[in-house]
């Protein structure tokens, strides 16, 4: 069992609309959640952390926590064709002082 | 805030060659550093954890003998490719963070070549 684990996508939306990602974590001990954006041929980029269950507001981006049922997602507004990426979900396990990674969701918005 | 930056962006060596890989955090001091790789449509794989002044801490499969790191202040860690072959092209990405952010901050990677 992987540590993160993502849809692969592609994930397709129309731009304008809502684009929802979703993410579970085995490890119960996980701290902290990260959302990174990574472009073909770029190294990732933070979007947003979150460390305490429930909704986490900036800008068109809401992440969304929640421990008791190890899942955290990503949820973009009114989504643009440059946030066509693929999105990171990462997890923080202190006691191994590490992020573990997923393997990552393709976000397509179509103009 | 929170810059990384890598060097060099790009490198293409011959085989049997030593490639370094340098990684400075600008604007911050950096505890710890990571040090990813990432084949074509692939995610991140960590291949060590190094912090400063001490060894580095490798991954399973990760040859330590190969793939050295050094972490010698708080801005500076180099990861040397040694006696590289084609196998070891790929994408090798840096991250640092600090004891008071968890957070990693990525470098913009390099891009490594090898014929």
């Known amino acids: 069992q992987k540590e993160v684990e993502q849809n692969s996508g592609p994930l397709s939306v129309p731009e304008g609309a809502i684009a929802s990602l979703n993410c579970t974590y085995s490890?119960?001990?996980?701290?902290?959640f990260f959302w990174y954006r990574q472009y073909s041929g770029k190294s990732p980029e933070l979007i947003m952390s979150?460390?305490?269950?429930g909704d986490k507001e900036d800008g068109r981006f809401t992440a969304q926590l929640n421990k008791a049922s190890q899942y955290v997602s990503l949820l973009i507004r009114d989504s643009q064709p440059s946030d066509s990426a693929t999105y990171l979900c990462?997890?923080?396990?202190?006691?191994?002082?590490?992020?573990?990674f997923g393997s990552g969701t393709k976000l397509n918005v179509k103009p | 805030g929170a810059v990384v930056s890598q060097h060099p962006s790009r490198v293409i060596c011959k085989s049997g060659t030593s490639v370094k890989i340098e990684c400075r955090s600008l604007?911050?001091?950096?505890?710890?550093m990571f040090w990813y790789r990432q084949f074509p449509k692939k995610s991140l794989m960590l291949m060590a954890t190094?912090?400063?002044?001490?060894?580095?801490?490798?991954e399973q499969g990760v040859e330590k003998d190969k793939f050295l790191i050094n972490h010698a202040s708080l801005t500076l860690s180099t990861l040397t490719v040694t006696s590289a072959h084609p196998e070891d092209s790929s994408f090798y990405i840096c991250?640092?963070?600090?004891?008071?952010?968890?957070?990693?901050?990525f470098g913009p990677g390099t891009r490594l070549l090898v014929l």
């Open positions: 991250s640092a963070s600090t004891v008071r952010e968890e957070t990693q901050y």
């Open positions: 490890d119960r001990g996980s701290q902290s």
């Open positions: 979150i460390y305490s269950n």
């Open positions: 604007d911050f001091q950096a505890t710890t």
């Open positions: 190094s912090n400063e002044g001490s060894k580095a801490t490798y």
């Open positions: 990462a997890v923080n396990v202190l006691r191994f002082n590490k992020f573990y």
